[in-house]
T-cell receptor
Framework: DVKVTQSSRYLVKRTGEKVFLECVQD?????MFWYRQDPGLGLRLIYF???????EKGDIPEGYSVSREKKERFSLILESASTNQTSMYLC???????????FGPGTRLTVL | AQKVTQAQTEISVVEKEDVTLDCVYE???????LFWYKQPPSGELVFLIR??????QNEISGRYSWNFQKSTSSFNFTITASQVVDSAVYFC???????????FGSGTKLNVKP
């Protein structure tokens, strides 16, 4: 079974803090994704990566950056957290030959 | 532009009722893929089905069935004899030829009451 894990289920941070969200997958998938989920808006893509050190902006990249130094790990960074970044963050991965995305359990981030 | 619309925000049914979740999509690609995911209260999205644009056959898996109609750009999901465990948020999604990028609908919350 594909396993996607995220470093925290719940996180509380203060405005202006630098926040790291970590995601690890164990199935050697090429593609990894970060989404945020907000009520009524579904899932919106922040960034994705199709290879180590490669990244592409999604639909809402502002205020975020990412890092992929190893194939299995994809990090989302909030350089200076703001209250409007309070949300559920979902990580996913997929193989180039298997199309569905496999999701982690999510991190519910609250920025005070 | 790629877009997925799930017009039903929330549906409530009583156990054993049948329920259909609607999904309408927009795309200019001739090759594309459609997906349904389930998000139970625990939060993790669970993959249910993938369909490619060249395969319009309906699919049945136990109590679940999917109706794909290119003519109306719809990919609807029916649960027969619903159960309380079906309570979740269901997302429809679309990916184009470049399947790296998924477009999700806003989700339909299904409440199945005993």
């Amino acid at each position: 079974d594909v396993k996607v894990t995220q470093s925290s289920r719940y996180l509380v941070k203060r405005t202006g803090e630098k926040v790291f969200l970590e995601c690890v997958q164990d199935m050697d998938h090429e593609n990894m994704f970060w989404y945020r989920q907000d009520p009524g808006l579904g899932l919106r893509l922040i960034y994705f990566s199709y290879d180590v050190k490669m990244k592409e902006k999604g639909d809402i990249p502002e205020g975020y950056s990412v890092s992929r130094e190893k194939k299995e790990r994809f990090s989302l960074i909030l350089e200076s957290a703001s209250t409007n970044q309070t949300s559920m963050y979902l990580c996913a991965s997929s193989s180039g030959t298997i199309y569905e995305q496999f999701f982690g359990p999510g991190t519910r981030l609250t920025v005070l | 532009a790629q877009k997925v619309t799930q017009a039903q925000t929330e549906i409530s049914v009583v156990e054993k009722e049948d329920v259909t979740l609607d999904c309408v999509y927009e795309t200019r690609d001739t090759t594309y893929y459609l997906f349904w995911y389930k998000q139970p209260p625990s939060g993790e999205l669970v993959f249910l089905i993938r369909r490619n644009s060249f395969d319009e056959q309906n699919e049945i898996s136990g109590r679940y069935s999917w109706n794909f109609q290119k003519s109306t750009s719809s990919f609807n999901f029916t649960i027969t004899a619903s159960q309380v465990v079906d309570s979740a948020v269901y997302f429809c999604a679309l990916s184009g030829y470049n399947f790296n990028k998924f477009y999700f609908g806003s989700g339909t919350k299904l409440n199945v009451k005993p």
